[in-house]
């Protein structure tokens, strides 16, 4: 994992490719307000600068409430190996992430998990770092 | 006939040796390209961490350290731009607000010469074109001879001359619009800036510079950190539509973290 790493952090280094500018997400997401949500994928946007999905949520007396989740830029997630077909378009998902701090149906998605178990996580950090 | 064979051979051989010392460097290809690991298919597990090195990806100090790291990088670049003394505090200002003031940040080019690089050159006589892959942009750069044009509009990319200097290719870009930033930290210029870049071929190799002079805003030239790119020799890294750029962020700022 960590050759890994490595290897992609080289990779951009020599890349030409320009990265478009982003958001900070600390502006925009509370790492403090962990959230978790499932319902329907009712749209996958593969739009720059970042991936949006979006997810109906039904709550115990049927009503729906949809929400959007942002997850990095669709050139992260390809160089992960994640395309837009790992996003589950129409399927029923749990999603992990953090509350925007606009308290809106918004947050930044970090995992998608599908009713088989298997998941798809893009997410930040250095796992060589965890306490 | 064998033997007229090989000297035609040898003459064609001689011949074409000749036309590419005698032409301009060939630029033609895809530059810097990602080698992409194959697409994950649909049903399998993946997980991929941005790489922040020495954030726990469990704590809580993700979204803060991408900022810190983002910044700190930019902090310890040997060269940055310098400005005249009286516009330091407003550069300062616009880096305090970049969160919200950065003009990349709403889709729009980040123009030249913070896009960089081209990620493909096409050469044909009298005209070089420059693709970027990552945002659908181009630019039609003439090498005939002709003198900037008069009647365009400031533009975020400029208006490009070229012309050949040995194994380079020299790029001359005036007639810039205001709104572009040199680089995240606040770095303004004016529609004065003007930019010349250098594209120079050794081997498989792609050397580029850029330098800005900006007579309104900079005290000196100032000279981006040069960049290397290698030839591509893989069909798969053609380049594809990019997806568009779709502001939605924008109404969810809610502090000024600067990233």
């Known amino acids: 994992m960590k050759r890994f790493a490595v290897a992609l952090a080289i990779a951009g280094v020599v890349s030409g490719s320009s990265v478009l500018a982003h958001h900070s997400f600390a502006a925009e997401f509370d790492i403090n307000k962990p959230i978790t949500l499932q319902g329907t994928v009712t749209k996958v946007e593969w739009v720059n600068p970042h991936v949006y999905v979006y997810l109906d949520v039904k709550d115990a007396s049927g009503k729906v409430t949809s929400w959007a989740l942002s997850s990095l830029s669709p050139g992260a997630a390809r160089r992960a190996g994640v395309t837009r077909a790992n996003f589950g378009q129409g399927q029923t998902v749990t999603i992990s992430g953090y509350h925007a701090k606009d308290a809106s149906n918004f947050a930044f998605m970090r995992k998608m998990t599908f009713a088989d178990g298997h998941s798809v996580e893009l997410w930040l950090g250095d796992d060589e770092a965890k306490k | 006939m064998p033997r007229f064979l090989f000297l035609v051979a040898c003459a064609s051989i001689v011949a074409s040796t000749m036309v590419v010392a005698q032409g301009p460097v060939d630029l033609n290809g895809v530059w810097g390209a990602a080698a992409l690991p194959p697409a994950v298919e649909p049903g399998k597990s993946v997980r991929w961490l941005l790489p922040l090195k020495g954030v726990d990806p469990e704590g809580t100090d993700v979204f803060k350290g991408l900022d810190r790291i983002q910044v700190n990088n930019r902090a310890a670049a040997p060269n940055k731009p310098a400005y005249k003394p009286e516009l330091v505090a407003k550069v300062k200002e616009l880096s305090d607000k970049q969160g919200v003031l950065d003009p990349a940040f709403y889709c729009k080019p980040q123009g030249v010469p913070r896009m960089g690089p081209p990620s493909q050159i096409v050469q044909t006589p009298g005209q ?44 001359d870009v005036t007639n810039f619009n205001d709104d572009t930033w040199l680089g995240s930290d606040g770095y303004f210029h004016s529609e004065k800036m003007h930019v010349v870049e250098r594209l120079t071929r050794k081997g498989d190799v792609l050397t580029y510079t850029a330098t800005v002079e900006d007579p309104l805003v900079l005290a000196t030239p100032w000279t981006l950190p040069v960049r290397q790119l290698k030839l591509s020799k893989s069909a798969a890294d053609a380049l594809l539509e990019a997806p568009p750029c779709v502001e939605h962020d924008a109404p969810h700022i809610v502090t000024l973290d600067h990233h």
């Open chain 2, 128 to 171: 070089v074109v420059f693709l970027y892959g990552a945002s659908n942009l181009f630019r039609i750069i003439p090498t005939d001879g002709r003198p900037h044009r008069a009647d365009a509009d400031p533009s975020y990319m400029g208006d490009s001359i070229g012309r050949f200097e040995g194994d380079t290719l020299v790029v």
